[in-house]
């Protein structure tokens, strides 16, 4: 018979000291807060705190929370890939290594940063038998081969070259690089809240299992890497069919916004609650906004997708604010930038971007215009995660379509009210449907 605890992989259990092969993921500016961290992780799952946009006296101030109210070590701290202000990856492997935090869940990395591999490296030493173990261990949530072949590999020799020269290894850590991979633990993300690359979970898991398995093999790794699976998982079906393709854990992101414990304001728990499996859209970014990359987010009941896209638009169809209708410069500062001109706003950015991209700005009239446009996107997040109601239209809201599936699923029942909504409580119910789910499937397979 197939219980909930014996879903997943052992090695993974094993290596966090949890009961079910279950985690939830570290989403931005504390929505994965530290009470839900703490919950998750006293109640036998793995959990990650969303570091990303917060102070490092703030991530300093959690990580002493954690410490002192989680017994075990399954909590780890959510890294997000800054490619402005690569600095502050620095100061929080920093702190992580201060307090001996063994678990990162490295996101949006395109590519592998000496910052990771340090974290990595640090303490690592041989057993008896001559394997290599670190201490520290890294889960990479990728989508693309590409970026998952360097991090299921040893760490690049440049940059091995690059921390031991600067004093951040010892000899005898980059000797033993070599060994080990860059991430022990691998989660494939597929369609998921946030940046997304939009993946198919079916297609993509096979994919990346089989060059988890030629990696491993290839480079004689003493410890398996494990893979997850993350995007698109709101019910016991979606959970069933993960551990079905062979994944080793999986991670829930989007249905934990609408839990007690997270950190996501009481307005935009109730908009989520309510929400169903059409309810999103994919729209510009604002970290990426001159690229074509996309977010996914709440359609319904905010302005922010229409708007985000009409920016983009106009971003594309010209070079310099000089050239808008003013038809289009007043759509922008009456509806998108609350009356304030143009160059209101970009006297207020210059004050915290930094000098390079002001510089750039100064000289480029389509990068200037990219740079002000991009205070709608930074607004629009940041007034959703404080529950600025007077500007309910413009949230912006990173949510993925597993949230409405949950929504389905939990539907007269008592979790129908989010107020009710636990996220271990939550996590529980799913894993224990999803072997129901599978132990009928297999009755009913050997009937047949």
């Known amino acids: 018979m197939i219980l909930a605890e014996s879903l997943g992989c052992d090695v993974y259990k094993r290596r966090h000291n949890i009961h079910y092969a279950y985690a939830t993921g570290g989403m931005y500016y504390g929505i994965a807060s530290q009470e839900l961290v703490t919950a998750m992780a006293n109640n036998g799952f793995m959990g990650f705190f969303g570091a990303g946009g917060l102070s490092l006296e703030k991530i300093e101030e959690t990580i002493l929370f954690l410490k002192d109210n989680i017994q075990n070590t399954n909590y780890g701290i959510n890294i997000l890939y800054n490619h402005i202000l690569s600095a502050k990856e620095s100061a929080i492997i920093d702190l992580l290594l201060k307090h001996e935090i063994r678990n990162v869940e490295a996101a949006s ?22 394997a290599v173990k670190s201490l520290n261990n890294v889960m990479a949530k990728v989508s693309r081969i590409e970026v998952a072949t360097p991090f299921m590999s040893p760490a690049p020799a440049n940059i091995i070259e ?10 005898a850590e980059a000797e033993m690089s070599c060994e080990i991979p860059v ?3 691998i989660c494939i993300e597929a369609e998921s809240a946030g940046h997304t690359d939009r993946r198919v979970a079916n297609i993509v898991f096979p994919s990346m299992q089989k060059l988890r398995d030629k990696s491993c093999c290839e480079h004689k790794y003493s410890e ?9 998982i709101g019910t016991p079906e979606a959970i069933a069919a993960a551990f079905v393709m062979g994944a ?14 997270s950190g996501t304001h009481p307005y935009v728990k109730e908009l989520l609650s309510k929400m169903g499996i ?9 970290d990426m906004f001159e690229t074509d990359a996309k977010i996914q987010v709440l359609r319904k009941g905010v302005l922010f997708p229409v708007r985000a896209k009409k920016l983009q638009e106009i971003y594309n169809k010209y070079n310099s604010l000089l050239e808008l209708t003013s038809e289009e410069k007043n759509f922008l500062i009456d509806k998108i930038f609350n009356g304030k001109s143009f160059d209101e706003i970009y006297n207020e950015l ?9 510089e750039q700005a100064e000289h480029d009239p389509k990068a200037k215009m990219a740079l002000i446009f991009k205070d ?13 109601v007077s500007e309910k239209l413009n949230f912006q809201i990173h949510i993925g379509a597993a949230m409405g599936a949950f929504n389905d699923y939990v539907a007269g029942t008592e979790l129908a009210d989010h107020s009710k909504r636990s996220a271990p409580k939550i996590a529980k119910i799913l894993m224990e449907d999803a072997a129901k789910k599978l132990n009928a499937f297999y009755n009913g397979f050997q009937k047949n």
């Open 183 to 185: 991430a022990n633990e």
């Open 224 to 232: 398996k890497i494990c893979i997850g699976l993350a995007g698109g």
């Open 350 to 358: 210059k004050q915290y971007f930094p000098s390079a991209i002001v």
């Open 376 to 388: 709608y996107f930074y607004k629009s997040i940041k007034n959703a995660y404080s529950g600025n």
């Open 109 to 130: 990395f395109p590519i592998v940063t000496p910052e990771i591999v340090r974290y990595r490296l640090k303490g690592a030493y041989r057993t008896k038998d001559g």
């Open 248 to 261: 080793d854990f999986i991670l829930t992101g989007s249905i934990n916004q609408c839990t007690i414990e």
């Open 278 to 286: 059409e309810d999103t859209d994919f729209t510009p970014t604002g």
């Open 162 to 171: 690059e921390l031991l020269v600067g004093g951040k290894i010892t000899k």
